[in-house]
């Protein structure tokens, strides 16, 4: 999946423990977008992150979610108190910039967070 | 929001006919892109369109921007059983400004079965 690196792949939580899920853009992308994947569904935007700046949240529950893109290290998109609906894939895709026609984003190879 | 609506939802085929999938949307995007899905993995990119009216063909594959910028079309020719898949179209909205914008919508995916 062109280099964007997802970990952990899976991981199993408790309701009420938190989740930290952690993306590693492609080398030279500064543009990090988180989705999250139902069971036999498209893909839904969450958050759009540049590096140290949070674009666009439209997509994100306003409760227990949050995303970070520090300006060292990984994002991470933070799940506290997780229920069992936050049972899901969430992916996160790259970019070189945005804003032009050439910002294709490529996918990590997912999370997949089950919520016992 | 901004809806996709990909059909049809799943195909099964033999190995050797040529599939056909589409997009189409009540809004306008700017960019269309086409991934494929397998089980347990990110989506992979396959095509990229830019331009409406553009035609482009990865190996057996062939992908259409519709003239409208409201549709897109995926062709899959002389299909082999590795083709087998979830097939999802993408699209970048026009914001304001009139440049694409990182918020991808997805289509609800073609699952594609091919029998050998």
């Known amino acids: 999946n062109a280099g964007v690196m997802q970990n952990p792949r899976h991981l199993v939580r408790r309701r009420g423990q938190e989740a930290r899920l952690r993306c590693s853009p492609m080398?030279?992308?500064?543009?990090v977008y988180w989705y999250r994947q139902l069971p036999e569904e498209g893909l839904k935007f969450m958050v759009y992150?540049?590096?140290?700046?949070?674009?666009?949240e439209s997509g994100m529950p306003k409760e227990r979610f949050s995303a970070e893109f520090p300006k060292e290290g990984p994002s991470i998109l933070r799940i506290q108190q997780v229920v069992r609906g936050d049972s899901a894939a969430y992916f996160c895709?790259?970019?070189?910039?945005?804003?032009?026609?050439?910002?294709?984003?490529?996918f990590g190879p997912g999370t997949r967070l089950t919520v016992l | 929001g901004q809806q996709l609506n990909q059909s049809p939802q799943s195909m099964f085929i033999q190995e050797g006919e040529d599939v056909s999938m589409n997009c189409t949307s009540s809004?306008?995007?700017?960019?269309w892109l086409w991934y494929k899905q397998d089980p347990g993995e990110g989506p992979v990119l396959l095509i990229a369109?830019?331009?409406?009216?553009e035609l482009t063909s990865n190996g057996r594959l062939t992908a259409q921007f519709g003239i409208t910028r409201k549709d897109s079309f995926l062709n899959i020719s002389a299909s082999i059983p590795s083709d087998v898949g979830i097939y999802f179209c993408?699209?970048?909205?026009?914001?304001?400004?009139?440049?694409?914008?990182?918020?991808?919508?997805f289509g609800q995916g073609t699952i594609l079965t091919v029998h050998p």
């Open positions: 895709a790259s970019s070189p910039y945005a804003g032009g026609f050439t910002d294709t984003q490529y």
């Open positions: 080398k030279g992308h500064s543009h």
């Open positions: 992150l540049q590096k140290e700046n949070i674009i666009d």
């Open positions: 809004s306008i995007f700017n960019t």
């Open positions: 369109l830019y331009k409406a009216g």
């Open positions: 993408a699209g970048l909205p026009r914001n304001a400004g009139g440049t694409s914008y990182g918020k991808l919508t």
